[in-house]
């Protein structure tokens, strides 16, 4: 029997507690920043494992450090944030929470992304890993990180004084469920999730009646102008090898049909691969926005605001050559690569601030009838849930199982004996 089988044939022995887990946070989500129960879970069951364990690390985080004698330092990270989204999956564990967002406005709250599969999937593993300390020599750290939805969990964690916390890891991991056949697990070596960057942009004109145009200056027009003109950059300043997106989600100007305003407001986002294309495009955003103005005559210079950053995640290629071996092995048939994601988030800002090699995966956990229905229908859009859709919720199993399997075969690819 190998070290992996070993570690996991104790699976169908936690699957039980494992499953209510899983139920339990999906009913009871919690938004970014005000995951207390959800930590408090997790911190509860780590101690029980023998785990050393640290509470309240950016607000809400939790580490537990696991320490097995000589040998290198894994770190797997699970987030555990939930989205102010209205859950319509109909499953009888769906949640009918609310909460009061950042902003202190009451709304319906929900594990629409899958984050309660990756902590049940942690502690799952924990718990294998720490009963299972013959199979293994080093230091095991897994991490419960909060805010992931708002980009800025990992940092918290970081400003906290998670270096001094932990043990320098040799090597650190995270997944994400996403849309695919459950049970199946995705690597790719480079650049796997976009960097993500919005832009909050105001530009000024002169307002009046709506009848006497030529005493103003249109900041409705002149708004208009840049949207159309920003459809460009994506096509004429990245490299055609390149994909990046630049999408305007928001346009906000006036209050009535007759008055001119004196100012308009655009929101966009923009994904990246690489750091020089992101460089780029913010540039080129900039330059046509100020020129624009300068063409229609603004009073005042525009305001560029940046926020909702995330990082670019680049899989170490080593590291993922590494796992990717071990899941061929491991999950055989099941093993796949995964395509780059346009998603984004911010885990690779805690390996990166440590100097560690990483590597981020894709977990399938669409209901395998119906994912391979929609495929041979052509309408994977209209039927599979996505991420972040009030209708998305993982097939429970195998989507659990593999969860729990993926992290223990990566981690004991550095720590088996």
């Given amino acids: 029997m190998t070290v992996e089988a070993s570690v996991l044939s104790r699976l169908a022995e936690i699957r039980a507690w494992q499953e209510d887990l899983y139920r339990d946070l999906h009913a009871h989500p919690e938004l970014s920043h005000q995951e207390h129960e959800t930590a408090r879970k997790v911190a509860e069951r780590l101690a029980e494992f023998g785990f050393d364990v640290h509470a309240g690390i950016g607000g809400t985080g939790v580490v537990g450090i696991l320490n097995n004698g000589d040998g290198p ?228 210079p525009p305001e560029f605001e940046l926020f909702d950053r995330f990082p670019l995640t680049d899989n170490d290629a080593e590291a993922t050559q590494k796992v990717t071996d071990a899941f061929d092995a491991f999950f055989v048939d099941r093993a796949g690569s995964l395509p780059q994601q346009t998603a984004s988030e911010d885990f690779s800002d805690i390996p990166t601030a440590l100097a560690t090699p990483y590597t981020y995966w894709g977990i399938g956990c669409t209901d395998p009838g119906l994912c391979r229905a929609a495929v041979e229908a052509g309408r994977v859009s209209q039927d599979v849930p996505v991420n972040h859709a009030p209708n998305f919720a993982p097939v429970l199993q195998p989507t659990l199982d593999t969860g729990t399997e993926a992290l223990v075969v990566a981690a004991l690819a550095w720590l088996a004996r």
Avoid at 125 to 131: H, S
Avoid at 198 to 215: C, K, L, N
Wanted: charged share 15%.
């Fill in 73 to 300: 330092t894994v770190l797997l990270r699970a987030d555990m944030d939930a989205l102010p989204v209205k859950e319509s999956t109909g499953l009888d564990y769906a949640s009918t929470a609310t909460a009061t967002d950042a902003a202190g406005n009451e709304v319906p709250v929900a594990h629409a992304c899958g984050h309660d599969t990756h902590v049940a999937s942690l502690v799952g593993a924990a718990e294998l890993l720490a009963n299972a300390t013959d199979q293994w020599s080093g230091t095991l750290v897994a991490l419960f990180q909060p805010a992931e939805e708002t980009g800025d969990g990992a940092q918290g964690m970081l400003e906290s004084g998670l270096a001094e916390l932990i043990p320098t890891p040799d090597v650190a991991f995270a997944q994400h469920v996403l849309p695919g056949i459950a049970g199946t697990v995705n690597t790719l070596a480079g650049p796997v999730l976009s960097a993500a960057d919005s832009m909050r942009i105001t530009v000024f004109g002169r307002g009046g009646h709506g009848s006497m145009p030529q005493a103003t200056i249109d900041p409705v027009v002149l708004a208009a102008m840049i949207v159309v003109r920003l459809q460009t950059v994506v096509s004429r300043e990245a490299p055609p090898s390149e994909t990046a997106v630049l999408t305007v989600g928001s346009l906000q100007a006036g209050t009535k049909s007759n008055i001119i305003p004196d100012r308009a407001v655009i929101q966009l986002n923009v994904r990246t691969y690489s750091d020089t294309t992101r460089t780029t495009i913010l540039d080129a955003i900039r330059r046509i926005v100020t020129a624009e103005c300068d063409a229609s005559g603004s009073p005042q």
